[in-house]
């Protein structure tokens, strides 16, 4: 903890009682809490799912069952188990599941109540592509926390999906206002409403396979672009090109899914279902498990070509990003595995592909997991100083309006370019909108700050 703070912790204590202080703290939160916080909470839902998975493919009382029998209990990847719910280790994963799911859900609220209370926040974030960027992940965190939650469960994923199409269009109309091109930050905003598809097709499959076929429509138009971007564009961060492997990670874990026969019976017939899934939806899942590699790859490239950069960068809010795409991927990999299980005919795999896919897939759930506990802890030790700032010494940074940035702004991107996108120049210009309170008057006032050190998962310049 920094002196300064320290001190005006200690004010604090001597001018405002526990319960003003509790408020104080509470109201600096919700209004401070950045967009980025959001991805530490997506990653605390994958990791409930892909350890419930890997639980059930280790446990002997876990045996496989058809996708929509009523023993499917945990219906997220077209192979389904049924399990002796008295082992113990079961109970354990399923607790973990469980408790993932609604403290992920559950932080979700801090930005309701940020919308809410704090609207001039809210709306100064939502402003802008870059800072606007992480906003996705609050609604596909929602679906996948939520699914099978009761009727309750149910009207949030719905509101979650509709809230997530809204900002979809409002993302796509700001950036042809600032004229910028794809790049992995676009991601979560726009193919991430994928996740939403799946979990909407659960209560209604039409709803669902709109959804995905936007998804599906938009990952091949704007993946090829940011394959380019990330390879070519040295200026480009390396928090955004590590969320490169997300794009065809959600679109094939949502065709995985949405292929899926929407009929629920014990004994199906699903000999139809098997020989289209055979002749169409499995080479495309194996097109876009390609997809994932070159994702996966390009990923990589994107760090290794950075490493100088990141080895001289702090921790910042921006650095949330590291913490999902190793577990998206991982979901991914998964959904294929269960496809190939599922949908192909005894000995049509090859047994040692097979077994290179698992060896992947565990990696990538060890790996993911590591780095995401990793950046939960880290974000977590930061969080204070992100959240109550003072910046009575610090000279307010102009608004978006008045910054040297406003008439070139929407000069737009290009496919190659030696320079720093004019849209994330401005949001260094401008810096943060945040809430800061002064302890010895007791009482709070929004101001600019570029004491917050990120502007959406873009780091502070």
Known sequence: MSASLADRLKSADTSVNFFQRTIVQAKLLICN????AAAISFSIVLLGIVWMRRAEEILS???????HSSQCNFPEFPGCYFCDTFDRWYQVATKFHTVCSYVAGTTMSLYAAKAVLFGRV????????????PAGLIFMTMALAFTGKGAAGAVL???ASFLHLALLLWFIYMSLAYQTMPDPSWFPNTIGIGLCAVKVWFYNPLCGHFLIAMTLMLTFLYYPISLIRVALNEKMSATICWMQMICPAISLYSLAIVM???FKEERPDISHFQTMQ??????SMTCLFGLCIVGMISSLHGLAVRWKQIQKEEFTPAHAAYSFPLLMHALAVQAYRS????FSETGEVNPAFKSVLEIYWIVLVTAGTLVALMCLVMYLSFLPSW?????????????PNETSMFETVTYGESLIQPYVSPTILQSNEVGVLVMTHDYENNWGTLVRTKKVPAVGFEPMM
């Open 33 to 36: 809490l950045p967009l980025s």
């Open 61 to 67: 009382s876990c045996k496989e069952v058809n996708f």
């Open 122 to 133: 809210f709306i100064d974030e939502m402003s802008s592509p870059t800072t606007a960027s």
């Open 157 to 159: 994923v719905f509101v």
């Open 260 to 262: 899926q026969p929407s």
């Open 278 to 283: 055979r002749s169409v939806y499995l080479p």
């Open 339 to 342: 496809s190939l299980g599922f």
């Open 387 to 399: 959240i109550d700032v003072n910046a009575s010494e610090e000279i307010e940074p102009p608004a």
